[in-house]
């Protein structure tokens, strides 16, 4: 993400966002209410004095709305604010959908910025100086291929061997296996950590061949043992800490740590806090050393107040996304939960 342009006095921010991670940022930036102004596409305004109006093509137009929505799906690589038009050329009050995607600047006016909108941006910038995290979860018989990105791990290809046995006419051949995940690999490595990881051998005859195949690759790559293979693996991975310094400074895994300390504390009736009522006694009582909000709750005031108390108190907060396990986890607690200084009664 880049800040093109800021003003504070208006209210106003500019940004270029350069990933799909940026869209998703962008999701939890925009509030409902919120003044959006981007270019968009709409048919151009008929002229009234023809008997039969020629078919009116739609025409590129820079729109400001007032949002009403916002909705972000990784699949479609575009980011959907919904609203009424309230600035731009042509038909005022009407209904109208900005598509932002990848590479086109997105003004955003706010009537007030907020720690978290903040803090949101700076993450957001600071990740775009980082490089990707890929992985491999690799077995006998399937290999997963999976890339970290800020809002969870999203599975890019599964690579499936043929097992062998009575019911095949061949054996299966592992040099044939390997060189598709590594042709896989190849097309979407570029310099990027690579975590190899998985039950068995196979992943160390993966990492030599790679190594073979691409020799650029070699330095950046690590091997790791798990007792599962796939999404399940890298899963364990991140929960038992692993995967070397590059990992532990992903958005993803720290998440996922906070989510292990935080059902730790649980597990020993320890120093913790969820659901609202909990949360909320923790925070009055400064007893707060983090609060953890799942992005879906943390547009309503009441969790703005909290979690401003928690700044003041010197307590930190961290917004933990629902797209990913450690979200899932959150939300089964009420989607608010917090790690304390103290055991509370």
């Known amino acids: 993400m880049k800040i093109l342009y800021q003003d504070a ?8 966002p350069e990933t799909l991670d940026d869209l998703w940022h962008l999701h939890n930036l925009v509030d409902e209410r919120d003044l959006v102004f981007a270019s968009t596409y709409r048919r151009g305004e008929e002229k009234t004095d023809k008997l039969r109006p020629d078919r009116v093509e739609k025409v590129r137009m820079r729109l400001g ?8 799906h990784e699949s479609d690589d575009v980011l959907r604010v919904l609203g009424i038009i309230e600035q731009g050329p042509q038909d005022m009050g009407q209904h109208h959908t900005l598509m932002l995607s990848v590479g086109e600047a997105v003004s955003i006016i706010k009537p007030g910025w907020k720690a978290q909108h903040f803090d949101r941006i700076k993450r957001a910038v600071a990740a775009s100086e980082k490089p990707s995290i890929f992985f491999v979860a690799i077995e006998d018989t399937d290999a997963v291929i999976a890339v970290a990105r800020e809002y969870g791990i999203k599975e890019f290809a599964t690579i499936t061997r043929n097992p062998g046995g009575k019911m095949y006419m061949s054996k ?28 068995g051998f196979v992943k160390e005859a993966l990492a030599k061949r790679l190594r073979e195949k691409v020799p650029d690759a070699s330095h950046s790559i690590s091997i790791h043992h798990t007792g599962q293979s796939g999404m399940a693996g890298i899963h364990e991975l991140m929960k038992q800490g692993l995967g070397g310094k590059i990992l532990e400074e992903s958005r993803v895994a ?10 730790s504390e649980i597990g020993k009736n320890g120093m913790f806090a969820y ?23 943390v547009r309503s005031a009441k969790v703005d107040q909290l979690l401003r108390l928690v700044e003041d108190s010197k307590g930190e907060f961290m917004i933990i996304s629902s797209l990913h396990e450690a979200g899932r986890r959150l939300e089964s607690l009420g989607g608010i939960a917090a790690i304390l200084r103290y055991k509370m009664s």
């Open 65 to 72: 709305i007032r949002v009403d929505k916002v909705e972000f």
């Open 172 to 199: 299966p051949n592992e040099s044939e296996y390997l060189d598709e995940v590594v042709g896989k690999l190849k097309m979407i490595l570029h310099g990027e950590p690579l975590i190899i990881l998985g039950p």
């Open 254 to 263: 720290k998440e996922t740590m906070l989510m292990e300390q935080l059902f």
């Open 275 to 297: 659901g609202d009522a909990s949360v909320d006694a923790a925070v009055r009582a400064g007893a707060i050393s983090t609060i953890l909000v799942l992005d879906t709750k």
């Open 9 to 16: 006095k208006a209210g106003e921010i500019k940004l270029l």
